[in-house]
């Protein structure tokens, strides 16, 4: 028997039942025995390219005995069903077009092909039957023996030519991409055509969307599908490790096209990150898969927790319920992953993006503010700078061992054990994202009071230099892939000195539009650390002396708190009384964010509990 396919996107789906099987159903769709595993397989009847589409359905439970052979589909749903249609068990459907196309083909003109297709095996109008399905789409791609990407059709000369050139990249490693000459990919033409057509290429939206990561990450078997074109699932690996080891060393991706340089960079480290996630024979912790794919986009808001379930760690497939609302799914998913952890890493991925005015959640509306906006859609070069910060939290234990203390006392209300500390009385400039100038590390300097007295005590201990550096980076090494994650140490403090000294010389010069050039490699990565660890941050002191760094959504006002079970300490706004203007006698809180502060990082406040000095307090959060 032929195999089968899957596709991904009906979770993309409006929860909503759409209008192409809403009337028709009942007589295509046999009941599913929800209570055994099992689904429905897709036979493709044969036809030549522009014969009709004829497709009959099959079930299969998992006491039935062996699995019949299927390939799974993978594809992007493409928009609304129609106009395209497709006669299933006698019925005529409309399908979305770029469904049709992958049937098209993928028919034989001699046999027929079993698949599992997801618009197609499971009746969208049925919720129960739904949230089933979705529960076994882990075991339902890897039950099949073929997982087939549908990439769309060859239908542009552009996606041939990155074909082509990706074809060769993979089988040849030495290729350049740039520099016309012996040894370049084209030595009749420059860098653009290379990296512009392959950036084209991935901008194709399978790499964007939520449910494709684990229908092929689970695959026993994987081709991708370009046309009639086959491609071999190794093919994008080779490529991306070509564009790592040549782009931005030997070779421009893109020469003149800074910004299309960074976005292919970009999307080869995501390739990578994709490639790492299959090569796993076990399941990661959900938030770290998450972040990855962060950039990914669902239709249906709630897939961007439940398209993940099957490759994590932390959430269970008993929350996949399509009938809640999306704000619960969020919030019992936040819940879950707390109490599963005993940590509270869950809140570093708590997001939030300025439009130069006021600050929001991107996504979702609606949401209390301790849970995260699994929807944001953020951009790929600002979940950069969070994942560098991210990487550190290892090295930290604010709360020390602490287990979180959290309680739903309401509605959109968490009750969690912790300490209110400090103040924030003054904060710095925010640092643009990404890249920033040299009057921001000025402007932090000067508020600090680092030059007027350096060798001052701080009061966590050491002088305020000291403190201040590490601040700067987090109190960790350098950025460095293949060094591990590491505290600062003194030569750290020389490398930030070189670099000081380096932006000094910048700011009074008068070449302030030359590009500043770093002769030394390790105060080119100093800085580089710097910019992404403090993208979108404050630098700011707080009324009894700390200082760190915080969200650029900080005001003047807010509090520090440690919270059980925190690697870090975050920055809680006091709620007001609409009234009175006081604070309330409740402690209840907004959450605004994660935070460095010096001297707070490593269980200093859990000792002064121990000592006595402070009292365990229940901050809620709303």
């Known amino acids: 028997m032929a195999l089968v396919v899957h596709s991904t996107h009906h979770w993309d789906l409006p929860s909503s039942p759409g209008p192409s099987l809403s009337t028709k159903s009942s007589a295509i769709y046999e009941q599913l025995d929800v209570t055994q595993r099992g689904f429905r397989l897709l036979n493709l009847r044969p036809g030549r390219r522009t014969d009709l589409i004829v497709c009959d359905l099959e079930v299969w439970y998992s006491d039935a005995g062996q699995c019949p052979q299927y390939e799974a589909l993978s594809y992007v749903w493409g928009g609304s069903p129609g106009p395209e249609t497709i006669l299933l068990r006698g019925q005529s459907i409309p399908v979305t077009s770029n469904l049709a196309s992958a049937l098209r083909h993928l028919r034989s003109k001699d046999y027929h092909r079993v698949l599992w297709v997801d618009a197609l095996s499971i009746n969208q109008d049925d919720l129960e039957e739904r949230n089933h399905q979705v529960r076994q789409m882990r075991s339902i791609y890897q039950l099949a023996s073929r997982v087939v990407v549908w990439l769309g059709p060859a239908d542009t000369e552009s996606k041939k030519r990155a074909i082509d050139y990706m074809f060769r990249l993979a089988n040849d490693r030495t290729l350049h991409w740039t520099s016309p000459g012996p040894g370049n990919i084209l030595p009749d033409s420059t860098s653009i055509f290379v990296g512009g057509h392959i950036l084209e290429f991935f901008w194709n939206p399978w790499w964007q969307r939520i449910w494709t990561v684990q229908e092929a990450a689970v695959a026993s078997h994987l081709i991708y599908m370009l046309g009639n074109i086959s491609i071999p699932a190794d093919t994008f690996k080779k490529v991306a490790e070509s564009c790592l080891s040549h782009v931005g060393k030997c070779c421009d991706a893109i020469y003149g096209h800074l910004d299309m340089s960074s976005d292919l960079l970009s999307r080869m480290k995501s390739v990578m990150e994709f490639e790492h996630l299959r090569e796993r024979n076990r399941k990661a912790d959900f938030l770290d898969v998450f972040h990855m794919n962060r950039h990914r ?184 892939a293949k060094d591990p994650l590491r505290r600062a140490t003194v030569d750290d403090r020389i490398v930030h000195d070189g670099w000081w000294w380096n932006c000094v010389v910048d700011i009074h010069s008068k070449y302030k539009r030359e590009r500043r050039s770093f002769r030394n490699q390790d105060y080119a990565r100093f800085e580089n650390t710097l910019q992404q660890l403090c993208s979108d941050r404050r630098f700011f002191t707080s009324s009894s002396g700390y200082i ?75």
């Not at 609606?366 to 560098?388: F, I, M």
């Open 548 to 622: 760190g760094i915080v969200p650029s959504n900080t005001i003047v006002g807010d509090r520090v708190c440690v919270l059980l079970g925190g690697k870090q300490p975050f920055v809680l706004r006091p709620c007001r009384n609409n009234t009175k203007g006081e604070r309330s006698h409740s402690l209840e809180y907004t959450f605004v964010g994660d935070a460095y502060v010096h001297g707070l990082m490593d269980g200093e406040a859990i000792d002064m509990v121990d000592k006595g000095v402070l009292e365990m307090q229940t901050l809620v959060l709303r």
């Open 297 to 480: 986009k669902a239709t249906n808001p709630r897939d961007m927790v439940y398209g993940l379930i099957g490759l994590t760690t932390g959430l269970d497939e008993g929350i996949i319920r399509y009938e809640v609302t999306i704000q619960a799914t969020y919030e019992q998913s936040t819940l879950e992953i707390i109490n599963k952890s005993g940590r509270l890493d869950v809140f570093s991925h708590i997001l939030f993006a300025n439009d130069g005015r006021t600050y929001w959640k991107k996504g979702t509306e609606l949401l209390p503010s301790w849970v995260p906006d699994w929807n944001g859609g953020y951009d790929q070069k600002y979940l950069s700078s969070v994942t560098v910060r991210q990487k550190r939290l290892k090295l930290f234990h604010a709360a020390k061992n602490t287990r979180a203390s959290v309680n739903r006392t309401a509605p959109g209300k968490l009750a969690v054990g912790g300490l209110d500390l400090l103040r924030v009385e003054h904060l710095g400039e925010t640092k643009p994202l990404l890249y920033g100038t040299e009057n921001i590390w000025s402007s932090w300097r000067n508020m600090a009071g680092i030059d007027s007295n350096p060798d001052q005590p701080y009061i966590a201990g050491g002088t305020l230099l000291n403190a201040y550096w590490r601040t700067l980076c987090y109190d960790s090494k350098l950025e460095n």
